[in-house]
């Protein structure tokens, strides 16, 4: 929308732009938006002069001559939510580029975020020509690769960014931002949330000789992801060490998820079933009464800026893997190309976060966050029993004045 408005405003009030287009004049009031613009012309279409949208809008129009992209990819959308990514190389084929006309003009302009985003993916189409621009190791010049002229440099702006500028900002936001958002170096292996998952899965042990049948059981479920997932964690009611021991997913319809929870459920006898967020969990929770099965306990888990919380978020599983806090019993080697619920979920977690998302990465955490619920819940439990109510002395019955310090004793 700012984009439109600052065109709007060249095209009305630049003394410089009147000048040299005085035939470019705004067209009838109501058809200047925040989104559109439509100056005079022969033309009763309805497409806008310009127009501008975010990437994963739906667009209006049927047709354009050029087409630009600003940026399409940022953090939320190939880092925070790799979801996302697939959307918007999704939007941008078959949303952005159908409205491109046989002899139009596409234009890309981006930074590159991650090896398999919708920026990384267009530099290997060979429909694409691209010009990489990137600060050099010795922030001397900026290397240029281009589709046409080959390789070279140009001396750095050094009225804007000159060396001692750009070595200021690599001191303020460290290497590998700096890499990425100056040097075009995609996210890789040195970033992965979890480098330590690979310890944690054992190919020569079987879940019977580790997993106790009477051990309690909690599910895991990220119902509205790419796919269903169901991920059901074991664990020991003495040290809270956990045990994957089934990982359902697939393109379930709400009612085969309902479905495939009432199966588990009956197998494993889960003390509660943690879903992703309130909305899901209400769904969910009607969805199963309408079954007759509203004896699943099911509560909510609400996704937010704990996610990314080194103590409780994704990353505090990588503390717990490190640590031999899990053990994944795989029974037997699995083929490489293995897509059971298990070899997809150690997939994801050993490329986390540069792999494509499959959900099962969130529906293990949600599975951890209902063990640790469990385990806070025995901890109150065994500090009630160890100290009874009536072994509590107050301080009124020890004669001491009680202080109030803002609302509390």
């Not at 667009?59 to 354009?64: A, E, F, K, L, Y």
């Not at 190919?203 to 269903?228: A, L, S, Y």
Request: some cysteine; proline content about 5%; charged content about 25%.
């Amino acid at each position: 929308m700012s984009r439109v408005s600052s065109i709007s405003r060249y095209i009305s009030e630049d003394k410089d732009y009147k000048k040299l287009y005085p035939g470019v004049v705004p067209a009838k009031l109501g058809d200047w938006t925040k989104h559109k613009l439509i100056v005079e012309r022969d033309s009763k279409s309805k497409d806008g002069s310009v127009e501008a949208w975010g990437v994963n809008t739906s667009g209006t129009g049927s047709r354009c001559d050029i087409l630009l992209f600003d940026d399409p990819v940022d953090l939320r959308n190939a880092i925070l939510n790799p979801a996302l990514r697939e959307q918007v190389k999704d939007s941008i084929k078959n949303v952005w580029l159908s409205r491109l006309s046989p002899e139009g003009l596409a234009v890309y302009i981006a930074t590159i975020w991650h090896n398999d985003d919708a920026t990384s993916e267009l530099l290997v189409n060979p429909e694409w020509k691209f010009l990489v621009m990137k600060v050099a190791e010795d922030f001397e010049s900026i290397e240029c690769d281009s589709a046409f002229k080959g390789k070279y440099k140009i001396p750095l702006w050094e009225s804007y960014w000159n060396k001692k500028a750009l070595l200021s900002r690599l001191a303020v936001i460290g290497k590998r931002a700096f890499n990425r958002g100056f040097r075009q170096q995609a996210l890789t292996d040195e970033d992965k949330t979890f480098p330590s998952s690979e310890v944690i899965f054992k190919e020569d042990i079987k879940v019977t000789d580790v997993v106790q049948p009477n051990w309690p059981k909690v599910m895991g479920i990220d119902p509205f992801g790419q796919q269903v997932v169901l991920h059901t964690l074991a664990y020991n009611p003495y040290n809270f060490k956990r045990y994957p021991i089934d990982i359902v997913r697939g393109k379930f319809d709400p009612s085969r998820t309902v479905n495939e929870m009432i199966r588990l459920f009956d197998k494993h006898s889960h003390q509660i079933i943690v879903c992703e967020n309130n909305a899901a969990q209400e769904a969910i929770v009607q969805w199963a009464k309408e079954k007759g099965r509203a004896d699943m306990p099911i509560i909510p888990f609400t996704t937010g800026r704990q996610k990314a919380d080194p103590a409780l978020g994704l990353p505090s599983l990588e503390v717990e893997f490190a640590n031999g806090a899990w053990l994944v019993a795989m029974g037997h080697k699995h083929d490489s190309d293995c897509q059971c619920g298990f070899c997809v979920w150690r997939n994801e977690l050993f490329n986390h976060p540069l792999a494509k998302a499959a959900d099962t990465v969130m529906a293990s955490w949600f599975a951890r966050e209902g063990v640790r619920f469990l385990a806070e819940k025995a901890r109150i439990v065994a500090e009630e029993a160890a100290n009874p109510v009536d072994d509590i002395v107050t301080a009124e019955e020890l004669g001491v004045e009680p202080v109030t310090i803002g609302d509390h004793y």
